[in-house]
């Protein structure tokens, strides 16, 4: 059920800034991979270009072949692909079940009804809400919101699943349970682009890493040996450790 | 279709001939009274059709209406009513989706300024184009209707809205447009085209309050500018809206039922004072009770619950 994913020479400026430049990756169906690099180096807005909620300058990004590079975020959606948000976004008018029934009906399939309902109590039991359908999201905690919001991403029925910072701030047993979260979904096969700071998390689910440093990719290949390359140490810690 | 909505149909039905029936018993008065209750409802229900879940607050109520009254008042004489009223929707929806593709790009108060600001400009339009171009300063309209003939068509205009709205808060389309008033980008996200939805609902909504604009006409016999593009009648369609509760299907008319009726009495008894009143309650929902009576009664059961 996963496509592969191409990025070609990715641009994107914001007045005299250039956020990203000149980018390059790809990821396999199937592959789990970690995009890193220091705050601002922009990550965040290779996620924004890729599931069209910012325009590109320039470059290209395909998702099994097809080109959704200048595609509205709702149309890239109905291509395959579902993300969720650096800081939390539930939707507090609506109750926790229909912040998932908004993405099955308006996903890739049309679900609505009590087709749907039920989908999305499937959903909201593969990340550990079972039986919360009915409660408001603003009752939730932070981590059952986050929850929430991928059940909310799984519900569209994506072939790639943008997680940005997913895992940021969650104390150690719940870092624990998001990691097998992410891993389960590694099992059924989902293309995984994993914005993360939290190495053990990085280390645990990414084979392959690409690290972005002010806008440019600066390193690429299996995590183990970019995170031993001395200009991603720089780019992290600074000159002194390089 | 379960038991509760089967009972709430029946109620409904019911009322709805019972309502029907009333000009037959009731004084002309009386009708008169219900006719104006009937229009406020019609227009709270559709103003918050759109405006109730994307919380867009539009000003523009009086744009559509007064637009619907003048195209009866300058077609009434050469086509027969029911092309008229066809006429009259057309160009309620052209209008609409005109200002909704150049506006509902626009954000929280940059919206709310835009809609005030047709009004006023739609009415400036048509007051110089009837002084400059056609040379009328107003305009009769000779129409064969009693005050229950335009009630009766108030109702089923009353009717179809509530259903339109009924029909959408169940659909996808009802939730797509929830969630967008939450989160724009959430909803865009999940898959939802929210321009179009937007776009949708508010010509809907716009024609239906043009319509209401069109059958109320006739009520008037002699109609000038000032008359239809009075500002209060989008004030008043929003502080109904807004007392019942927006978001809910009989919020707008839980509100408009009693402050219709508080502003007949008001306007009778302190003419010169009305608009102060007016701005005065506006304010009062507003701060008290945010999200309408019916919320606020949710909130109460709730709280004497636990
Ligand atoms: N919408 C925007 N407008 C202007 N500047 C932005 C916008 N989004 C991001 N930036 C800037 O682009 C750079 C990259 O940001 P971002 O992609 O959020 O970084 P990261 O996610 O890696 O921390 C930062 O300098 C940020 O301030
Ligand atoms: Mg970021």
């Given at each position: 059920?996963?496509k ?14 250039v956020a990203v430049?000149?980018?390059?990756f790809?990821?396999q169906?199937?592959?789990?991979v ?5 705050n ?5 807005t ?8 910012l325009?590109?300058d320039?470059g290209?990004v ?6 959704i ?7 890239v ?5 579902a993300?969720?948000f ?5 939707l507090?008018?609506?109750?926790v079940?229909?912040?998932?029934q908004?993405s099955l ?9 009590r ?10 039991a593969?990340?550990?809400?079972e039986?919360r359908?009915?409660e ?13 919001e991928m ?9 790639l699943l943008?997680?940005?910072e997913?895992?940021a ?8 349970i998001?990691?097998d979260?992410?891993?389960?979904l590694?099992g059924?096969?989902m293309?995984?682009l ?5 190495m ?11 690290v972005?440093s002010?806008?440019e990719?600066i390193a ?5 040996e970019?995170?031993?390359e001395p200009?991603?140490i ?9 | 279709?379960n ?11 019911v009322?709805v001939?019972l309502?029907a029936?009333?000009?037959?018993l ?18 709270a229900t559709?103003?918050?059709l ?5 919380r867009?607050i539009?000003?523009?109520t ?12 300058v077609?009434?004489?050469v ?15 052209i ?17 709310v300024?835009?809609t ?10 048509v007051?110089w ?15 064969p ?7 009766w068509?108030?109702?089923a205009l009353?009717v179809?809205?509530?259903l339109i709205?009924?029909a959408?808060?169940?659909s996808?389309f009802?939730?797509?447009l929830k969630?967008?008033g939450?989160?724009?980008t959430v909803?865009?996200?999940?898959g ?8 949708l609902?508010f010509?809907?909504s716009?024609?239906?309050?043009t319509?209401v604009g ?7 016999t002699?109609i ?5 593009f009075?500002p ?12 019942g509760?927006?978001?809910?299907l009989w919020?707008?008319l ?9 502003f007949e009495?008001?306007?009778v008894s302190?003419?010169d004072?009305?608009?102060i009143i ?12 945010p999200n309408?009576?019916l ?7 709730k709280?004497?619950r636990?």
């Amino acid at each position: 059920m996963s496509k592969p994913l191409e990025i070609m020479n990715l641009h994107k400026r914001f007045g005299g800034l250039v956020a990203v430049k000149d980018v390059s990756f790809k990821l396999q169906p199937g592959e789990v991979v970690g995009l890193l690099g220091p705050n601002g180096s922009g990550k965040t807005t290779v996620l924004n270009m890729i599931s069209g909620a910012l325009p590109c300058d320039g470059g290209t990004v395909r998702i099994g072949g097809t080109d959704i590079t200048m595609m509205k975020p709702h149309k890239v959606a109905k291509h395959g692909v579902a993300r969720t948000f650096q800081l939390v976004r539930p939707l507090p008018t609506l109750s926790v079940a229909e912040n998932v029934q908004l993405s099955l009906a308006f996903g890739k399939k049309r679900h609505w009804g009590r087709e749907a309902r039920a989908l999305a109590e499937e959903k909201l039991a593969f990340v550990g809400l079972e039986g919360r359908g009915d409660e408001r999201v603003g009752n939730l905690t932070y981590i059952d919101q986050k929850r929430m919001e991928m059940a909310r991403a799984l519900a569209s029925e994506p072939d790639l699943l943008l997680l940005d910072e997913w895992l940021a701030g969650l104390n150690p047993s719940e870092l624990r349970i998001g990691i097998d979260l992410v891993q389960n979904l590694q099992g059924q096969g989902m293309t995984v682009l994993l914005v993360e700071h939290i190495m053990e998390a990085v280390r645990a689910l990414c084979s392959r890493c690409i690290v972005m440093s002010a806008g440019e990719k600066i390193a690429e290949g299996p995590s183990a040996e970019v995170l031993q390359e001395p200009a991603v140490i720089k780019a992290y810690l600074g000159d002194d450790h390089a | 279709m379960n038991m509760k909505t089967l009972h709430g149909f029946a109620l409904a039905g019911v009322a709805v001939v019972l309502l029907a029936c009333a000009p037959l018993l009731i004084s002309d008065y009386w009708t008169g009274v219900l006719l104006g209750m009937t229009g406020y409802v019609t227009l709270a229900t559709a103003w918050a059709l759109f405006s109730g879940p994307t919380r867009y607050i539009s000003l523009a109520t009086v744009a559509f209406f007064g637009v619907g009254a003048y195209t009866v008042a300058v077609l009434n004489e050469v086509m027969p009513y029911p092309l008229v009223l066809l006429c009259a929707a057309g160009i309620g929806m052209i209008m609409a989706l005109m200002v909704g593709l150049s506006t509902l790009r626009l954000a929280g108060v940059y919206f709310v300024i835009f809609t005030f600001g047709l009004a006023e400009l739609v009415r400036q339009t048509v007051s110089w184009w009837e002084v400059n171009v056609t040379y009328t300063m107003g305009r009769y309209i000779f129409l064969p209707f009693e005050g229950r003939h335009i009630y009766w068509q108030l109702l089923a205009l009353a009717v179809v809205t509530f259903l339109i709205s009924w029909a959408i808060g169940r659909s996808r389309f009802g939730l797509a447009l929830k969630a967008l008033g939450d989160d724009e980008t959430v909803a865009a996200h999940a898959g939802v085209d929210v321009t179009r939805i937007k776009l949708l609902l508010f010509v809907i909504s716009s024609t239906i309050i043009t319509l209401v604009g069109a059958i109320q006409a006739p009520r008037w016999t002699y109609i000038e500018p000032s008359i239809v593009f009075n500002p209060t009648v989008s004030f008043m369609t929003l502080i109904m809206a807004l007392l019942g509760g927006a978001m809910r299907l009989w919020g707008p008319l839980v509100g408009a039922v009693p402050l219709f009726l508080l502003f007949e009495w008001l306007s009778v008894s302190f003419p010169d004072h009305f608009s102060i009143i007016l701005g005065l309650l506006f304010i009062l929902i507003v701060f008290v009770m945010p999200n309408g009576v019916l919320a606020k009664i949710d909130d109460l059961r709730k709280g004497g619950r636990t």
